[in-house]
């Protein structure tokens, strides 16, 4: 059974209007950007997006937001996305904010079939609001449950046929937490390798996470916050 | 009184050799620039680096490599990148010795409000949660009143919290300041502000005890 | 009546391509010689690698790579090795497609024992408790008398359980046994066995519908 | 601040008796040798020592037993080990058996700062008895709580002078969940290299997790299973 597909149009063919979907990156470092422009393509509405952040206003997230596709956010941070801001505020768009580290954990957890854990992140906030709260060791901590997300989709830099991948620098970010967190998880790569080139001491995730993989089209890779120092 | 720099400036005194320390967006990131010598610390950056180098020069910039602000930057030789589930282990399970960050307000219990205004648009709280729960040591680098003149350092935050009883240390243009169960205790003027100053722009209970040193930066 | 190779062979009829394999160690470590043409499974050792391939040849064993049952194997050309933590995160994640192992006792409701007998020396229960909790697809592979002559599959274990509700298939020396929500279901016998002698052989409650066929393998 | 240590006797110099000690490790594979050899030459007692098995009647954590310097075993299968049948018969030893995902998930929670986490292994087995029994979307979960831990001993491929690791194979095992867990964590290398010599996308565990390190002067590696196929 290859988990090979010949590009993002076809790893997407089943994802359907009103699903929950999970995508990688930080920012728009190692977004899954040939999924996007598919999902953009295919037109999918009603969307449940569980992404750390919502790209900007016309790349990564942000092109599924001016298509009015996303129902629902669900991010530690939003960002400077001005037609974001704008459906928010018309209440075309519902966000859930969590924070980032609850957020990374949830996803694993998701993954690894923890259905919930505890974490003192967000204790005696406004996050906290109808949730567990225990002591432990005398220090107060909120239970936090893993999300039920029918597709995570995330990029890496390198992958097998076996599904198996490397990422590069910062985008490891949280791609490997995703990874194994949608019923379906979808990995598109900037390089598709057959099974075997990867040094098995070398994979960051494992093959059995990853039921689609394909190789992107084009990476247009883009800098939100472009900073040098002079010489 | 100090600018920027010199708030920067001030907290890069607490750092200690073999730090393994988290900067937050805006005057914590400056601190980066005064790191004592001698003193050996390692940045980390909650998006998945340790080891975090100075911003790349022109022409240099990998998209793969950013910051937690989305910048731009580069990792040092022995730095090491990660996902964010280990990012917040390190975090969660304090491992990092030292968190900077700004603030909004905080109160003279320790607690902070730095991500959210009511009525405003709210881009999130980030990292900020976990880092401000987590953390065993927390300095926050902050103005000291705000663009209206009011003070930051309250006896309770009226702004949606962060989290609570977590900040240790707070250092603004005005003075240093620890957080203990009985207040705000003033610690150390900024050169040429006098403690009736400080005391002006506290509105939390401040404890001054015997002669307030100037600071040395 | 099969012997060992015999129930690793049926068993090895259970394996779709693309699965990835849990083999507990005894006869189920046997299923992977008998993989049917044209699939392709992926074996599972929890200690972390996928991909396990056969023993090694003599004087090419290495320390560092060793299977749940502390022996010497290979890994396969695509294959990874990762640690304990993330191994069985694939395991309770439910991304291990089928796990075989064996059982001292299973009852009508999918309940299994195999772990510990009262009054001897318990050596553990491993990751059993890990991988029948989890599993999708459990099927055991086991003996249907024990040594005494007295039925395994029973209406109630009488040893300490090492998981509920969770067999879902048993395949031995006699029978392939659906675990259903009545009870065992007969489903083939094997070759040379009569339903009766099945009958005989289980103390749990046992269906019998229909003509009951003779295993293929 | 180095984190570096002349040997096995200088980093565990402040480990003492009755303390509480995680070590790395499967079987006899990627078992700290060099760390569990000066434990014996210290001398110390009364350990409670959590590690996924006890090693064999002469090597491994069975040296310990053997000098009688544990107290408690905290461990998934304690194996084939004479020495460690005739204590625990004898009343001079206590044992506590965990699933095997259990011990790896508690190690890394323990790390992590996650108090307490659901996990279904053992649920309506005796491992449940007297801990919080759960249910999510149908299924049932029992509570478990992180160790708590003095030392945490594990053993790398490669590491470097900032304490970041490389493992090789599958020794990577219980040591990566392990870094982290204990007060201290130790590790101990077959290679100890300068920062900056390891590739920073190569690295199992960043070094963060680890206060000290050392070179190990002699690995044995025993075979606890040699098996082998004929040509």
């Known amino acids: ?231 | 009184m100090l600018d920027k720099n010199g708030i920067a400036k001030r907290i890069a005194r607490e750092l200690q050799d073999g730090f393994y320390v988290n900067l937050g967006i805006g005057i914590p990131t400056l601190v980066a620039n005064y790191v004592p010598e001698g003193v050996n610390v390692t940045f980390q950056s909650e998006n998945g680096m340790l080891g975090m180098g100075p911003f790349p020069f022109e022409g240099e910039e990998d998209a793969d490599v950013i910051n937690a602000g989305k910048q731009t930057v580069t990792i040092l030789p022995g730095g090491v990148y990660f996902d964010s589930a280990t990012s917040f282990a390190m975090i969660r399970g304090e491992h990092v010795d030292l968190t900077v960050l700004g603030a909004m307000e905080v109160s003279e219990t320790g607690d902070i409000a730095n991500w959210k205004i009511p009525g405003k648009m709210v881009k999130g709280m980030g990292g900020a949660m976990d880092l401000v729960a987590s953390a065993k040591n927390i300095i926050v680098a902050m103005q000291h009143v705000n663009k209206a003149g009011e003070s930051k350092l309250l006896p309770k935050c009226s702004l949606p919290l962060t989290g609570i009883g977590c900040v240790k240390k707070i250092v603004t243009e005005l003075a240093v300041i620890e957080v203990t169960k009985d207040g705000f205790k003033l610690l150390e003027r900024a050169p040429g502000v006098s403690v009736e100053d400080i005391q002006k722009a506290t509105e939390g209970k401040l404890i001054i005890e015997g002669e307030i040193p100037e600071m040395v930066l």
């Open chain 1, 1 to 231: 059974m290859s988990k090979i597909f010949k590009n993002a149009d076809e790893a997407i063919h089943d994802l359907t209007d009103n699903m929950t979907i999970i995508l990688g990156g930080f920012g728009l470092c190692g977004i899954p950007e040939n999924s996007i422009a598919a999902l953009v393509k295919k037109g999918v509405k009603g969307l449940t997006c569980i992404s750390n952040n919502a790209g900007v206003d016309n790349f990564g997230l942000g092109l599924l937001l001016q298509h009015h596709q996303i129902k629902k956010m669900i991010s530690s941070y939003v960002g400077e996305n001005a037609e974001f801001e704008r459906q928010l505020l018309n209440g075309e768009l519902e966000v859930e904010l969590i924070p980032q580290g609850t957020l990374a954990e949830r996803c694993r957890a998701t993954a690894a079939g923890i259905p919930a854990f505890f974490t003192p992140a967000g204790y005696g906030t406004e996050v906290a609001i109808g949730k567990e709260v225990r002591e432990f060791d005398g220090k107060m901590y909120i239970m936090e449950q893993r999300f039920h997300a029918d597709f995570s989709i995330i990029k890496a830099w390198k992958g097998d046929t076996n599904g198996n991948l490397i990422y590069r620098a910062a985008t490891r970010n949280f791609n490997l937490p995703m990874a194994g967190a949608g019923k379906i998880t979808i990995a598109e790569v900037e390089e598709l390798v057959p099974a075997g080139e990867l040094d098995p001491d070398q994979i960051h995730t494992p093959g059995i996470f990853i039921k689609r993989i394909f190789q992107g089209e084009h990476f247009e890779k883009r800098i939100e916050q472009r900073t040098v120092k002079s010489i």
